[in-house]
């Protein structure tokens, strides 16, 4: 039985009493110890988001704190260079801290202070999920740790210092792969021993069923933004609409994508392949992963056959992660969204045409949805729109980059 | 019939002291290993749980992690995880053995077969880590028709409402969570405030066995005495890790922890 989507009713509501999508993907698979907290965060989560006041306050500080709306614009270069689709960019890297991580975090700690939780935890893989929660966390008076892998610290420093001038505690993760995934069960073992005091922030739309339900809603700012740019832009939306995200946790597709669940638009969604000869792929969805556990949600996850957890590779730290939001694998099992996956390489290539030929300079993670885009612009008519989420900045990315690239130019 | 896990109780209560329940790893420090640990501690030990590693486990400390880490390493799989057990029972036919572990390891088995293999090879209970009340009614009805005992688990958190249903709701045993905790972490509740969250939970249905687990090491044990029965884990794991630190033989040492935490509690 497939299931479908719903019309007029919000992607993250979609769930069974279980708080299963298509009765099969997310859920609380959770300790004993959580279930109260986490409890008492959705009866919050559910006040709070028809709260008129919290909604002001929220629409507040993204205005004025995040900065809204952030740029759409036209890659007139990269269409040129392509000839084919016309290609467009939703540049979130312009927000507050260069990326959407920016949203969830904000929204985190606005849930925290009416809490009254003093303080906050959170995941990060890029380092950007980590940086936004620190800066936020300053913002709104709470003290804040970050779980981050061993690995992710090493090549991601300039979040890590940014964490660390943020006045947050990182906590390096040094079990498993050390990198996101050892972090988020890190982080959410630290919860378990901690959540009378503790706010927890997941820094994806991965989790528990609440945590995909703050992330998603936060980030959709991104397309009540974006619909609106659109219509601007063309008077209408374009019937031959693609809007393609990377996807790691999701997180970004998702808040990309919300808005436009019910038009014609095509939703691409892009996963991590991994240095080109690698079989380490972190792309579930794209490699036909089975349904597993993994941090209290069913959802497709890289796995062996016992059940434990396979490990990844991949260039960006933000999409090396074995699970995906069950939000994306509803959407799969829809049909309402595609997944691809581009490899290490290619999303290099992308990155370095894309940065010579536009003023953006887009981090590893979109640089594997401007990839996708590549490729495909030129198999296009001009009368399509492709609209790319260039979710994050390059910067954190420096790295790498100069040693892959020979060079860092910004 | 009574089941094995309920006899346990009975004969604890007639004799006045907790029934002591320990939890090594299957596997650790290797398959061998783990099967002569359980033919010795069971000597001293009343019930022993057994876990099944996963390699992400969201609600374990740093001790149990590093044995879950050996024993996959090791290349420990389900299937030798009941052969340990099956070749314990055929020794040991009246020790009670609860396996201990996470959901995704039994929903890639197939719930039914893994029930299947507990049956045959004499498994008497399930710890589901992560599979909490209410969401664990279906495969808890499947245990009991199996005459598996599902166990389900308390923690300082629960709401007395939910503690009442998760009651009439239980197998022989329940499992009373000592604190705001993973495993392994240091008792940071006071035993005599454990104790008085414990009786609260007790009143509501005296006759059902209740046991306290997490932080409880040969220090604390005594003070909790008056419990139906007391879990001891990650000091076992640390055991094993410090006697391979040492070159020490793991199973003698484990046997000596556990004649120890026995003689405690008497
Ligand atoms: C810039 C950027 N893009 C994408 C991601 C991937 O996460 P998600 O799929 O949740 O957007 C990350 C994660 O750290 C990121 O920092």
Redesign the interface.
């Known amino acids: 039985m497939s299931s479908k989507i719903k019309k007029n009713i919000p992607l993250i509501d979609q769930h069974d009493k279980?708080f299963m999508y298509g009765g099969k993907f997310g859920?609380?698979?959770?300790?004993?110890?959580?279930?109260?907290?986490i409890d008492d965060l959705t009866k919050l989560f559910a006040k709070l988001r028809k709260e008129k006041k919290f909604l002001k306050e929220r629409d507040y500080f993204f205005q004025t704190y995040v900065g809204a709306p952030t740029p759409f614009i036209k890659l007139e270069n990269l269409t040129d260079h392509l000839g084919g689709a016309q290609i467009y960019a939703k540049v979130v890297s312009e927000a507050k801290g260069g990326a959407h991580k920016i949203y969830g975090a904000t929204v985190h700690c606005m849930i925290a202070k009416r809490a009254g939780k003093k303080y906050v935890v959170g995941d990060t893989g890029a380092g950007y999920a980590g940086k936004m929660l620190s800066m936020a966390a300053k913002k709104f008076g709470l003290k804040c740790k970050i779980f981050m892998g061993a690995k992710d610290i090493k090549r991601q420093r300039p979040n890590v210092e940014a964490i660390r001038k943020n006045g947050a505690e990182i906590v390096p993760v040094t079990?498993?792969s050390q990198t996101l995934?050892d972090a988020v069960?890190e982080c959410?073992?630290y919860w378990?021993?901690?959540?009378?005091t503790t706010h927890m922030c997941v820094g994806s739309t991965v989790g528990p069923n609440i945590f995909i339900k703050i992330c998603a809603w936060s980030t959709a700012q991104i397309s009540r933004e974006l619909i609106k740019q659109v219509q601007e832009e063309f008077g209408m939306i374009p019937s031959k609409l693609k809007l393609i995200n990377c996807v790691g946790g999701g997180s970004s597709a998702a808040g990309f994508w919300n808005e436009f669940i019910d038009t014609s638009a095509q939703f691409i969604g892009v996963e991590a392949g991994g240095p080109r000869n690698s079989k380490l792929h972190a792309a579930p969805l794209t490699n036909g992963s089975?349904i597993?556990?993994?941090?209290?949600a069913a959802q497709y996850v890289i796995?062996d056959?016992?059940?434990?957890?396979g490990s990844t590779e991949s260039i960006s730290a933000g999409l090396d992660y074995p699970g995906i939001s069950p939000l994306h694998c509803f959407l799969k099992d829809t049909k309402r969204a595609k997944y691809t996956s581009a490899s290490d390489e290619e999303a290099l290539r992308a990155y370095q045409l894309v940065s010579k030929l536009e003023n953006i300079s887009p981090s590893l993670e979109p640089s594997h949805a401007f990839a996708e885009a590549i490729k495909l612009a030129p198999k296009l008519k001009s009368s399509e729109v492709i609209i790319v989420n260039s979710c994050g900045d390059s910067l954190k990315d420096k790295d790498i980059i100069k040693q892959k690239l020979g060079s860092y130019n910004r | 019939m009574r089941s094995k896990i309920a006899e346990v109780f009975d004969n604890c209560k007639k004799i006045k002291r907790p029934a002591l329940i320990t939890y090594t790893v299957a596997g650790d420090n290797t398959k061998n290993n783990s099967l002569k640990i359980l033919n010795k501690i069971s000597k001293h030990a009343d019930i022993l749980e057994l876990g099944f590693a996963h390699n992400t486990p969201i609600a374990d400390g740093g001790q149990i992690q590093e044995s879950s880490h050996r024993a996959i390493k090791n290349g420990i799989k389900l299937k030798d995880v009941f052969q340990i057990v099956k070749k314990f029972k055929k020794n040991n036919p009246n020790k009670p053995i609860i396996l201990m572990g996470y959901f995704n390891l039994i929903y890639q088995n197939g719930e039914n077969n893994f029930l299947k293999n507990c049956k045959a090879s004499g498994v008497d209970g399930l710890i589901v880590v992560d599979l909490p009340y209410p969401e664990n009614k279906i495969f808890a009805n499947k245990c009991k028709k199996k005459s598996i005992n599902f166990i389900q688990l308390l923690s300082p958190t629960t709401s007395k409402e939910r503690i009442k249903k998760i009651i009439k709701d239980s197998h022989d045993m329940i499992y009373y969570i000592s604190m705001l905790s993973t495993t392994g972490g240091k008792l940071k509740v006071s035993p005599k405030n454990i104790l008085k969250n414990y009786n609260r939970i007790k009143r509501i249905n005296p006759k059902k066995n209740l046991v306290i687990g997490f932080g409880i090491t040969n220090k604390t044990i005594s003070s909790l005495k008056s419990a139906n029965g007391l879990v001891v884990g990650s000091l076992l794991c640390k055991t094993i890790t410090n006697s391979l630190k040492m070159r020490q033989n793991p199973v003698t040492n484990l046997d000596k922890v556990v004649y120890n935490l026995k003689n405690k509690i008497l």
């Open positions: 279980n859920g609380n698979f959770i300790p004993e110890t959580l279930k109260k907290p079990t498993g995934v069960s959410m073992r378990v021993s901690n959540c009378d089975k597993g556990i993994l941090h209290g796995q056959k016992e059940g434990q957890i």
